[in-house]
């Protein structure tokens, strides 16, 4: 009786387990959502591939090539044209523009030359060592 019990919650813990596998958790979301045209892509690449071989190869006649490249041209074109209806183009302008942005070397704030006196030194130091003023520029004595 204890045995039938058991193996009865055995039973039931795991059709609760697959009941929450089924129905609670969420499907797995595709890396990307044009992963699988990437896919296709990849492949249609491969049988290009592997047409030209075959073509050089002598096991292919031209009018044979020539077709079966066209219909892989024209459905590489049509995945390409779909990955891009899904995925916009990177706006090359807005990574000119942040760039740009980018804090450039401001010779103003090299502190190894006295904004006073133009006396140079080797390291950076707080005050000049030919005039004594500030080495930084709006830095206050
Ligand atoms: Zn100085």
Redesign the pocket.
């Known amino acids: 009786m204890v045995i039938v019990a058991a193996v009865l919650f055995a039973f039931a813990a795991l059709a609760l387990t697959l009941c929450i596998r089924t129905s609670d958790l969420p499907k797995p979301e595709p890396v990307s959502p044009t992963q699988h045209l990437d896919e296709r892509k990849a492949q249609i690449y491969e049988n290009l591939r592997d047409l030209q071989f075959e073509y050089r190869l002598g096991k292919l006649s031209d009018a044979d090539y020539q077709k079966t490249k066209q219909s892989l041209q024209q459905e590489l074109a049509r995945v390409m044209a779909e990955i891009d209806a899904i995925r916009p183009p990177v706006p090359v302008r807005a990574l000119h523009q942040k760039a740009a942005a980018m804090p450039a070397a401001n010779p103003a704030s090299d502190s190894r030359q ?1 904004p ?2 133009g ?1 140079r030194f080797d390291r950076a130091l707080k005050f ?1 060592g ?2 004594g ?1 500030p080495m930084q520029k709006g830095a206050r004595a």
């Open positions: 006295c006073h006196c006396a000049c030919e005039c003023k």
